[in-house]
Nanobody
């Protein structure tokens, strides 16, 4: 099991940028595909972005494509989500998640992830 801790959330004006981080401990992230999800009040948790364990493949939700960038630094055991051109509808708690895998695949479904962080709040105001 890997422990995940998100950080970097906050309050930002629409059009601005924010980078959230996910630091892992307990196991090396090299054996995990990683994902970012978000949940707004009254909504279900939704997929945002995923990255393969070597970082060679990424995939994004249509709502964030072209604005968000997921990346990882396996040496630092950390995953990042760079969020640009933020919109009020991006306001949510952002969660990182880990999915153990033996291949360089990616996952975009909640049930495919076994380990989750506690989340970090991102609020975008207009």
């Amino acid at each position: 099991q890997v422990q995940l801790v998100e950080s970097g959330g906050g309050l930002v004006q629409a059009g601005g940028s924010l980078r959230v981080s996910c630091a892992a401990s307990g196991r090396t992230l090299f054996y995990y595909a990683m994902g970012w999800f978000r949940q707004a009040p009254g909504n279900e948790r939704e997929f945002v972005a995923t990255i393969s364990r070597r970082g060679t493949t990424t995939y994004y939700a249509d709502s964030v494509k072209g604005r968000f960038t997921i990346s990882r630094d396996n040496a630092r055991n950390t995953v990042y989500l760079q969020m640009d051109s933020l919109k009020p509808e991006d306001t949510a708690v952002y969660y990182c998640a880990a999915a153990w895998t033996t291949t360089d695949e990616i996952f975009n479904r909640i049930y495919q992830y076994t380990d989750w962080g506690q989340g970090t709040q991102v609020t975008v105001f207009s």
